[in-house]
């Protein structure tokens, strides 16, 4: 319940909680935000999806906070999912692999905290990302060179 406040009390500071796109309701055990992984830092940026991938290189190595419609996730183990604000949609992997989400999140808002990365993924990495998804084989034996993306490594995932 601490880690609840103080993620509250992060988002009060940075004015997110008076963004018009941020609402939460707290009403016993079924209305509660579910907390996954670490909340933290606590001076995490509250920002868009849009302003960090159109401005990376002011938030590269800087701990943001995003929000967002949660769009795919891994059907294999909540070890990633795809975070969609309007047009824009980034890939959410949860740091170290230090802890999962649930599987049945998809059209959930949540809430991450963490850093942005642009990576050039590996054929292997994203044929791995496919199968994840689900996705046919014929379509992912036809991935034959690496893809550049961006990617949001979480220190903590608030399911809302």
């Keep these: 319940m601490k880690t609840l406040w103080t993620f509250f ?36 940026t509250a920002t868009t999806l849009t302003e960090v991938t159109d401005n990376f290189e002011k938030f590269k190595g800087k701990n943001v906070l995003l929000s967002g419609t949660v769009k795919k996730v891994c059907e294999m183990s909540g070890c990633w999912f795809e975070l969609a604000e309007g047009q824009q949609v980034v890939r959410i992997t949860m740091k170290d692999y230090g802890f999962t989400v649930p599987k049945d999140i998809i059209n959930k808002k949540v809430q991450v905290i963490g850093v942005m990365e642009n990576k050039e993924l590996p054929v292997k990495v994203v044929k791995h990302y496919m199968k994840d998804e689900g996705r046919p084989q014929a379509e992912i034996d036809k991935v034959t060179e690496p893809q550049k993306t961006f990617q949001f490594v979480a220190n903590g995932v608030a399911l809302m």
């Excluded at 055990?29 to 933290?40: I, M, P, S, W």
């Design 9 to 44: 009390a992060v988002l009060f500071v940075s004015g997110f909680l008076s963004s018009p796109s941020f609402s939460f309701a707290v009403a016993g055990e079924k209305g509660a935000v579910k907390t996954f992984g670490k909340l933290e830092p606590q001076n995490a």
